[in-house]
T-cell receptor, first 112, second 115 residues
Framework: KAGVTQTPRYLIKTRGQQVTLSCSPI?????VSWYQQTPGQGLQFLFE???????NKGNFPGRFSGRQFSNSRSEMNVSTLELGDSALYLC???????????FGPGTRLTVL | AQSVAQPEDQVNVAEGNPLTVKCTYS??????LFWYVQYPNRGLQFLLK??????LVKGSYGFEAEFNKSQTSFHLKKPSALVSDSALYFC?????????????FGTGTLLAVQP
């Protein structure tokens, strides 16, 4: 069974731009969560989606948004990029809420 | 609020020796605890979890973890370390006692296994 896939794997943007990251969960998994990983703040929860509904949201500004489609694929969007948004963005999927989460390889975003 | 702490930034061990990576937790209610490993430029790989039941949890790649309620600890262990075990290890707790997928991670422990 294929794992969680994330595209693109690497991305370079400039301040003020916006970016969209994509995540395809493991087949049969309906829950998708997003995390941001930085050297300074570590791993921080962004959002959680299940059946196209946002179930939970972390403590991030409104520039960070996400959505989930009917096929469980998910996207997250960051508008008006700041230098501090440079991070590894990880997507995780599980069959349902409260199941074990399996992570994708991440998207490395660099903001210049 | 739920939290986990990993008191060691780095653990060094010789190949073939047993290894322990420490984690302590603070939760209200039942703990749902996890260990993940991250290799360079990779995502997180699931190793094992404790939900309920036996205090000794066996996981992937020969790893196991011991849940200790009185000491609020969930230490990761392996009887014989391999050089290929060198990686960044994260302990995590599920927030809200299991009603959500939100994981709260520790700061990570870098395991270095010397040949």
């Amino acid at each position: 069974k294929a794992g969680v896939t994330q595209t693109p794997r690497y991305l370079i943007k400039t301040r003020g731009q916006q970016v969209t990251l994509s995540c395809s969960p493991i087949s049969g998994h309906r829950s998708v969560s997003w995390y941001q990983q930085t050297p300074g703040q570590g791993l921080q929860f962004l959002f959680e989606y299940f059946s196209e509904t946002q179930r939970n949201k972390g403590n991030f500004p409104g520039r960070f948004s996400g959505r989930q489609f009917s096929n469980s694929r998910s996207e997250m969007n960051v508008s008006t990029l700041e230098l501090g948004d440079s991070a590894l963005y990880l997507c995780a999927s599980s069959r349902r809420t409260a199941d074990t989460q399996y992570f994708g390889p991440g998207t490395r975003l660099t903001v210049l | 609020a739920q939290s986990v702490a990993q008191p060691e930034d780095q653990v060094n061990v010789a190949e073939g020796n047993p290894l322990t990576v420490k984690c302590t937790y603070s939760v209200s209610g039942n703990p749902y605890l996890f260990w993940y490993v991250q290799y360079p430029n990779r995502g997180l790989q699931f190793l094992l979890k404790y939900i309920t039941g036996d205090n000794l949890v066996k996981g992937s790649y020969g790893f196991e973890a011991e849940f200790n309620k009185s000491q609020t600890s969930f230490h990761l262990k392996k009887p014989s370390a391999l050089v290929s075990d060198s990686a960044l290890y994260f302990c995590a707790v599920r927030d809200d006692g299991g009603a959500t997928n939100k994981l709260i991670f520790g700061t990570g422990t870098l395991l270095a296994v010397q040949p």
